[in-house]
């Protein structure tokens, strides 16, 4: 029986998958970027009604505890170019935040937009 001409083809998966390579760590960043973006959204409404929530306590409520309770819901490297508005909007205390998006992970570098999460808490009369 004769073999067949072209040789050995061991070590051709190992090849292929040097090949790649770059293209699945290309996917797997754009997942990862994707995944920090949802985050981001996630942070900024979740901040936006913590800080409504807070406006509306009857003592020690206000912008400043709106801010303050805003702020605190978010993590240490996202709160850098974050901003905090709050407001009375008549019979709803309003929130909004908004945060960078990171490029990859949090101190790196940001996209030039940004997330807005927005939120209204609704006042109570306790009399």
């Known amino acids: 029986m004769r073999r067949p001409l072209g040789g050995n083809d061991r070590g051709q998966v190992a090849v292929e998958f040097m090949g790649m390579l770059p293209l699945i760590l290309v996917v797997l960043a754009l997942l990862w970027q994707l995944v920090l973006v949802g985050y981001a959204y996630a942070l900024a409404a979740h901040a936006a009604d913590r800080g409504a929530r807070a406006g509306t306590a009857t003592e020690g409520g206000g912008a400043g505890a709106c801010r303050s309770a805003a702020e605190h819901e978010l993590p240490g490297s996202w709160r850098g170019g974050a901003g905090i508005d709050c407001g009375d909007g008549g019979d709803v205390w309003k ?32 009399r």
């Not at 490029?103 to 570098?109: C, D, E, R, T």
Request: positive net charge.
């Open 95 to 126: 929130a909004t935040v908004r945060i960078e998006v990171p490029v990859l992970f949090p101190g790196a570098g940001s996209f030039p937009w940004k997330v807005r999460g927005s939120a209204g808490a609704a006042k109570e009369d306790l």
